[in-house]
């Protein structure tokens, strides 16, 4: 069985990509891998350790709802939220990445966003950017 990887954000371009990737395991009948990824440090304490766990318990009542195949990872490595969606990509032989897009200001648009960026240069298999609605 195949693999559709999402990076997963509680936010607009967040929940863009997790509906995205739903449909794209469902069309595919793969297995979905969910990844939030946190850099942590001394900004991510228990408060914000429990914000993320409410926060992904919303992503798996959607999940459960789909009736997909889903693995949910929370990681809080210290990389950067690229690299952990890269190698677990790479790990369970993804067929897709998908990721979420906020728009961004004339001048952002010139510079996309560092994460963004990285995975789709770096990735093994198709990246499918998918941007959050207005």
Avoid: W
């Avoid at 991510?44 to 990872?73: I, N, T, W």
């Amino acid at each position: 069985m195949g693999t559709v990887v999402v990076g997963y954000v509680p936010k607009p371009e967040g929940e863009a990509a997790l509906q995205r990737a739903i449909a794209e395991a469902q069309l595919r009948r793969t297995r979905l891998v969910v990844v939030n990824s946190h850099r942590g440090g001394s900004d991510f304490d228990r408060d914000a350790a429990a914000q993320a766990e409410e926060e992904m318990g919303k992503a798996r009542a959607v999940l459960d709802a789909s009736g997909v195949d889903y693995d949910v990872r929370q990681l809080v490595r210290g990389f950067e939220p690229a690299e952990d969606l890269i190698s677990i990509a790479e790990a369970n032989d993804a067929e897709l990445i998908v990721i979420g897009l906020r728009r961004r200001s004339p001048v952002g648009k010139l510079i996309l966003g560092s994460n963004a960026q990285r995975i789709l240069l770096d990735a093994h298999c198709p990246v499918m950017a998918v941007k959050a609605g207005d």
